[in-house]
């Protein structure tokens, strides 16, 4: 019972080695079985047929993927370690550019599990962005933008390094994408004043665009911060909390009140 787990395994790799080598991203499944000794039919036995081998090989890919990700260091600075994910995450596109452009291909016949889990670890980090109070998007929403383009960068330059051949490319995508989701501090769209007390004398209130709108002493009003990125800290923060003085009813009452506001951030 040992020795199919061990089989699998190496016909696993002999398929990774000879996807890696193959002009067309394709595999033998006669190629796989020579490679480690056996008859096809112990293949069969396993994968089921060749799409089930490329299945197993795509699971395998995301695997270590996903091990690799949770290896990563976790510091107090949760942009910095979003930064760190996507660096990560185009090395792993670059040691293994086979067997990621299987895992990403539009052409699986079966669709893998593993890209939820993928998307899920993104979001608890983007969460960790969100109670810091540099969130300008819901978590999902920022997953959805960065991780896509996260992908998009890593198969350009798998695919054709010809055309994108830029060395700072994923550095100055991964930026934009990034001044699109976040308000790091000292950038210029930060918006001002989210953690300042203020005076009585500065009050104010929401405008129809749902930005808050200061009173200041000097009369004028002046645009404030928008309202979205404190909601979206505030969410984060309620969801954090272990406990709080809200019943569960009221607790997601506010949640939903929160989140619409975020969206439109």
Not at 56 to 79: I, M, N, S, W
Not at 124 to 147: D, F, K, S, Y
Not at 229 to 251: F, K, Y
Request: net charge negative.
């Amino acid at each position: 019972m040992t020795e199919a787990p061990t089989l699998r395994l190496r016909m696993l790799r002999a398929a990774e080695q000879q996807l890696a080598a193959s002009d067309d991203n394709d595999v033998s499944t006669r190629a796989v079985c020579e490679a480690v000794g056996v008859g096809q039919p112990a293949l069969y036995r396993i994968f089921g047929d060749k799409a089930g081998l490329l299945a197993a090989l795509v699971d395998h890919g995301f695997e270590r993927y996903v091990e690799r990700k949770r290896a990563l260091e976790t510091t107090e600075d949760p942009v910095a370690d979003l930064r760190a994910g996507w660096d990560d995450h185009i090395a792993f596109a670059l040691e293994n550019p086979a067997v990621y452009r299987l895992m990403f291909s539009p052409t699986l016949t079966r669709r893998p599990e593993a890209p939820e889990t993928i998307f899920g670890l993104l979001s608890a980090t983007l969460e960790r962005c969100a109670r810091a109070g540099v969130l300008r998007l819901p978590a999902p929403l920022a997953a959805q933008r960065i991780l896509s383009a996260n992908v998009g960068v890593a198969l350009a330059v798998l695919v054709r390094p010809d055309l994108y051949s830029d060395p700072q490319l994923s550095t100055s995508v991964r930026d934009a994408v990034f001044a699109a989701c976040l308000d790091e501090p000292g950038s210029p769209d930060e918006p001002a004043g989210l953690d300042e007390p203020r005076s009585p004398g500065e009050q104010g209130c929401l405008d129809g665009q749902g930005r808050f709108r200061e009173q200041g002493r000097s009369g004028p009003e002046t645009a404030g911060a928008d309202i979205g990125p404190v909601a979206i800290r505030l969410a984060a923060q309620l969801r954090a909390e272990s406990s709080s003085p809200l019943g569960d009813e009221e607790q997601q009452l506010l949640l939903k009140w929160l989140d619409l506001l975020g969206a439109g951030a």
